[in-house]
Antibody
Framework: QVQLQESGPGLVKPSETLSLTCTVSGASISSYYWSWIRQPAGKGLEWIGRIYISVSANYNPSLKSRVTMSVDTSKKQFSLKLSSVTAADTAVYYC?????????WGQGTLVTVSS | EIVLTQSPGTLSLSPGERVTLSCRASQSVSSSYLAWYQQKPGQAPRLLIYGASSRATGIPDRFSGSGSGTDFTLTISRLEPEDFAVYYCQQYGSSLLTFGGGTKVE
């Protein structure tokens, strides 16, 4: 059974870097693309980007200058870093499996940007 | 950027009714790379349909998807109590993946 679990700080100060990790079980992390998606409270979904191992990454142009994704195959984890955060980055962050459509999702983790 | 517009914003229905949800794209979605998701409060979205009309694993056959180009539809043939949720369409035919704003079925 494929499972994804997000982890990371729930509170980040403005101008700092948001860092999240997604741990994958039940699937080979080297065989799929992995994505991050976020959802502000009461709003819709926004795709942040996707990564395949550490050789291919695509980011949403609106966030590209602030986003870095990476994969650690030994730990079966992939990560998101979003720099220079503001209150507008407050959202539930989901990790998911997929290049285009997303068939498995983590439960989501709320990240609040506040001083 | 392909903008997806979902209508209506909210549907008020009763169990047993037939539901038709619309998703309109601002430009043609390549190769019908259109997916539908269901999201319940406090939960992650669940993939229902991919490739515009293919049901994801474990999805009941009362859910069906259709359409091509710029107009897509999700149909629920008979609404079950567990189907009350928000439904999102999403396109992955361009390099920037985008979601619609959602339709709430209440």
């Amino acid at each position: 059974q494929v499972q994804l679990q997000e982890s990371g700080p729930g509170l980040v100060k403005p101008s700092e870097t948001l860092s999240l990790t997604c741990t994958v079980s039940g699937a080979s992390i080297s065989s799929y693309y992995w994505s991050w998606i976020r959802q502000p409270a009461g709003k819709g979904l926004e795709w942040i980007g996707r990564i395949y191992i550490s050789v291919s990454a695509n980011y949403n142009p609106s966030l590209k200058s602030r986003v870095t994704m990476s994969v650690d195959t030994s730990k079966k984890q992939f990560s998101l870093k979003l720099s220079s955060v503001t209150a507008a980055d407050t959202a539930v962050y989901y990790c998911a499996r997929g290049y285009g459509d997303f068939d498995y999702w983590g439960q989501g983790t709320l990240v609040t940007v506040s001083s | 950027e392909i903008v997806l517009t979902q209508s209506p914003g909210t549907l008020s229905l009763s169990p047993g009714e037939r539901v038709t949800l619309s998703c309109r794209a601002s430009q043609s979605v390549s190769s019908s790379y259109l997916a539908w998701y269901q999201q319940k409060p406090g939960q992650a979205p669940r993939l229902l349909i991919y490739g515009a009309s293919s049901r994801a694993t474990g999805i009941p056959d009362r859910f069906s998807g259709s359409g091509s180009g710029t107009d897509f539809t999700l149909t629920i043939s008979r609404l079950e109590p567990e189907d009350f949720a928000v439904y999102y369409c999403q396109q992955y035919g361009s390099s920037l993946l985008t979601f619609g704003g959602g339709t709430k079925v209440e």
